[in-house]
T-cell receptor, first 120, second 112 residues
């Protein structure tokens, strides 16, 4: 496989469930990101990892817990979510973290197809 | 505060007609500029980017964009749209701080 792969593509969960979203990139990139996409709103940056270290936690509620075990994999663990958390969650990766040497052109974000989450 | 604005929420265009999507930003310095496209059920695909140099950039699928510093704009254009261009288009802007900010998107509908 190539590119950025997200699983599952669709997830329905109750407010008391615990589930995880998985992202895998086969591009040899060192930086990975989670974005939340809600209808008619700008994408919201949630988490940024560079070489498995978290760089940014953008005021995200603790019911979202990221994990980056290596530079190829990124997880988003979900627990006790709220209906307003229903959205498309997009994973992205880049060669190096965006903004560091971005003028090289190597730090453009490549996105996965997203995981559509519905919280009942 | 830094911001990205796409003034048009929805644009309808006839197949074969030209298309222009607007993007304005509010940043203290000239940022890096991108246009992405999202087809239904898909992630975001990069159309083109501007880092420096020639202010008219060419992208994939016949799209181009022009950076105008005086207007803080980075508008996307295509001379002749195809039905497959129906999608949602996002302008994205960033500086040297790993935070790539996106506009709210413009939905393009192509009529036969």
């Amino acid at each position: 496989e190539t590119g950025v792969t997200q699983t599952p593509r669709h997830l329905v969960m109750g407010m008391t469930n615990k589930k995880s979203l998985k992202c895998e990139q086969h591009l040899g990139h060192n930086a990975m990101y989670w974005y939340k996409q809600s209808a008619k709103k700008p994408l919201e940056l949630m988490f940024v990892y560079s070489l498995e270290e978290r760089v940014e936690n953008n005021s995200v509620p603790s019911r979202f817990s990221p994990e980056c075990p290596n530079s190829s994999h990124l997880f988003l663990h979900l627990h006790t979510l709220q209906p307003e958390d229903s959205a498309l969650y997009l994973c992205a990766s880049s060669q190096e973290i965006f903004g560091q040497g971005a003028s090289s052109g190597a730090n453009v974000l490549t996105f996965g197809a997203g995981s559509r989450l519905t919280v009942l | 505060a830094q911001s990205v604005t796409q003034p048009d929420i929805h644009i309808t265009v006839s197949e074969g007609a030209s298309l222009e999507l607007r993007c304005n930003y509010s940043y203290g310095a000239t940022p890096y500029l991108f246009w992405y496209v999202q087809s239904p059920g898909q992630g975001l695909q990069l159309l083109l980017k501007y880092f420096s140099g020639d202010t008219l950039v060419q992208g994939i699928k016949g799209f181009e964009a022009e950076f105008k510093r005086s207007q803080s704009s980075f508008n996307l254009r295509k001379p002749s749209v195809h039905w497959s261009d129906a999608a949602e288009y996002f302008c994205a802007v960033g500086l040297n701080d790993y935070k790539l900010s996106f506009g709210a998107g413009t939905t393009v509908t192509v009529r036969a």
